[in-house]
């Protein structure tokens, strides 16, 4: 089963007197942990995305966008350190994301060749010791390809390196349209259309004025067209960042 925040830990029928958010609270309310940071990004970036779907610590990306596969990293100005008898938040002297290529396996199969299996990676950083202040992230979006043509073996990255490739931070507000932009055409190719709800027919109509619109429109005004294009993205049943599409 998996915990909601009204489940409790019961003890012979009866609640223990603790329950999922005290364990919440036990296991991750040390955000500059860098376990505990990681997931933090990934649950970040998928608000940011406007989906919503079930965390995947093992699978081979971080985050399903309409088809799209997403890998979330993230690194912090402060680190925790531990000593013998202490605790501190110190200044973190090596700001760099992992993207070593690795082998994916699946139960019954066989080991696959390294790769990046992602078409985005979403690198985050954060500015602060308070990792709830929205304003505190910073995010880096590249494109796949790119690492594979300028660092194919490349273990790490450095920001200064992302910068130099022509990668500019943004903050959490333009993440959406940010990610749209690089992905281009092809977030709104066939393949993802076929994943989005419609009903009537003139709803059919509709949404395919909106997607000629958005693959004609400038970056400014795709985030308009976008807008619009929310009731088919966002419906209740969804999963996997995608709805399903009923063709009637």
Not at 96 to 124: C, Q
Not at 182 to 194: A, P, V, Y
């Amino acid at each position: 089963m998996s915990f909601d925040r009204h489940t409790q830990f019961m003890l012979s029928g009866n609640p223990a007197g603790f329950d999922a958010v005290d364990f919440w609270e036990w296991n991750g309310a040390n955000c500059l942990d860098g376990s505990v940071r990681g997931s933090l990004a990934e649950f970040i970036v998928m608000k940011a995305l406007g989906i919503r779907q079930e965390r995947k610590a093992w699978a081979a990306y971080d985050i399903d966008f309409y088809g799209n596969r997403i890998e979330v990293k993230s690194t912090s100005l402060f680190t925790l350190k531990h000593g013998k008898d202490v605790r501190q938040y110190v200044g973190n002297q090596r700001l760099t994301f992992s993207i070593e290529p690795k082998h994916i396996h699946e139960i019954g199969g066989e080991w696959t060749s390294r790769n990046r299996n992602s078409d985005l990676y979403v690198f985050a950083l954060l500015t602060s010791q308070n990792a709830s202040l929205l304003d505190a992230w910073d995010f880096y979006v590249v494109p796949t390809s790119v690492l594979d043509d300028s660092f194919p073996e490349q273990k790490t990255i450095s920001i200064t390196s992302i910068e130099n490739a022509g990668f500019c931070k943004c903050g959490y507000s333009l993440l959406l349209q940010t990610v749209i932009n690089l992905l281009g055409d092809s977030f709104m190719s066939e393949k993802q259309t076929s994943t989005i709800h419609v009903g009537s027919e003139s709803e059919k109509m509709e949404l395919q004025r909106l997607i000629a619109c958005y693959q004609a429109a400038n970056p400014n005004d795709r985030k308009t067209v976008w807008a619009s294009l929310g009731k088919y993205l966002n419906e209740p049943n969804s999963t996997q960042g995608g709805t399903v599409f009923e063709n009637q």
